[in-house]
C-alpha cells in the first residue's frame, strides 16, 4: 500500500512539472527525470557542473545526490532497471553519488539500476547522472 501511495504521488508531481521532475514527499527530494537521464555519461567533476547548472521549470540548486539518497529510489522488486515506479527514464547503468569511498577523495559509490547494485569507482570515468535538489 505504501509503494501503491508513494508512486500515486511521484506520479501525480511528475505530471504537474511536465515531466522532467519528481518530488518524494517521503524525503523531501525533488529529482530530475528528463530523456538527459538516460543518455548522458559523464565525469563526476562534469556532473558536479552539470547539475549546478540545471535549470528546470524555474527549479534550480541541483546537486548529485548522496548515496543515501540514491538508495532511496530502489526498489529492488524491480530488475532491469531497479527503480521505483515514476521515473521515465534511467539507464541500466551506473549513477554517481557524492559518497566518498572510505578516505580516498578520488574514489565515490555508485548505483547501477540493472539490478540496484552498490559499488565504487574512480572520479575520472564516464558514469550516469541523476541530478536532486533539498525541496524547500
Known amino acids: 500500500m505504501k509503494t501503491l ?5 511521484l ?10 521532475t519528481i518530488y518524494d514527499s517521503t524525503t523531501s527530494l ?19 557542473n552539470y ?3 540545471l535549470v528546470i521549470d524555474k527549479h534550480s540548486d541541483f546537486r548529485i545526490p548522496t548515496m543515501n539518497e540514491l538508495q532511496s529510489i530502489i526498489d529492488y522488486k524491480n530488475y532491469d532497471p531497479a527503480i521505483i515506479k515514476g521515473f521515465e527514464y534511467v539507464s541500466n547503468e551506473a549513477y554517481w553519488s ?16 540493472k539490478r540496484g547494485e552498490r559499488y565504487v569507482k574512480d572520479k ?8 536532486v535538489q533539498t525541496s524547500k
Open 98 to 113: 557524492t559518497t566518498p569511498f572510505a578516505d580516498d577523495d578520488k574514489v565515490v559509490w555508485l548505483i547501477h539500476f
Open 51 to 53: 547539475c549546478s547548472k
Open 30 to 48: 525533488l529529482w530530475q527525470d528528463s530523456k538527459e537521464n538516460a543518455k548522458l555519461s559523464m565525469t563526476y567533476a562534469k556532473a558536479q
Open 5 to 9: 501511495l508513494l508512486t500515486s504521488i
Open 11 to 20: 506520479f501525480m508531481v511528475s505530471s504537474l512539472f511536465g515531466g522532467q
Open 124 to 131: 575520472h570515468y564516464d558514469r550516469y547522472i541523476r541530478c
